[in-house]
């Protein structure tokens, strides 16, 4: 069975998930996130994970610069499965999540664990589950105009026949991840509603980034 053939509905996701709160990190549906994790109580964490069904909650603080341990978590993450991990000599944790669906948060819980906890309502986005789900309305000369401008201004280069074969939601998604933006509006990809909407936010992004170096600013991808 694979992954996404476990979820066919909000309904087979579970409402209790840890998650890992974690500053300018963006979760997306079918989209891979490497993470290196080392704090002990987030190794914890993924050994509760894998003990259980492998899904963690990727969530930005609400504001970054939150003092102390339990800072205010913004009310949209992304649950992913852990679909690859390995330990190393020096107790860290590699491992790779796979973006399943979004979510709210309804509540947090009062876990008793070293990690946080949250009670998920998956419906508003159920349609995170359906693969491909809006490729058809993105606008995709336009998104991969502004990537070859990005990439053509920053004398970077890509692979333009592995771009060209990409599904549109793998495209929007992956570049969503790798723009080199603040978590503000990391979060604005995140919680677009629809992948046209989230190509259409990616777009105009881009062209504010582009515009911004003529002026001699210089982001680069991640």
Known sequence: MGIFDRYRGPQELPQRIPVFPLAGALLLPRADLPLNIFEPRYLAMI????????????????????????????????VGRITSW???????????????????????????????????????????????AGAAEVNRPALLKVFRDYLDANNMSADWQEVDQAPTEVLVNTLSLLAPYPPQEK??????????????????????????????AKPRLQ
């Open 47 to 78: 050994e509760h994970a894998l003990a259980n069904d492998k899904l963690i909650g990727i969530i930005q603080p609400a504001a970054a610069e939150a003092a102390g341990d339990v800072p205010p978590l913004m009310k949209v993450g992304c």
């Open 187 to 216: 979060q604005a990809l995140l919680e677009a509603p629809d992948l046209r909407t989230r190509a259409d936010v990616l777009v105009a992004l881009t062209e504010v980034a582009l515009s911004k170096m003529g002026k001699g």
């Open 86 to 132: 390995a330990e190393t000599p020096d107790d860290r944790m590699l491992i790779t999540l796979t973006g399943v669906a979004r979510f709210q948060i309804v509540d947090e819980l009062d876990a008793g664990t070293p990690f946080r906890q949250v009670i998920a309502d998956y419906h508003p986005f159920a349609a995170d589950l359906a693969m491909g």
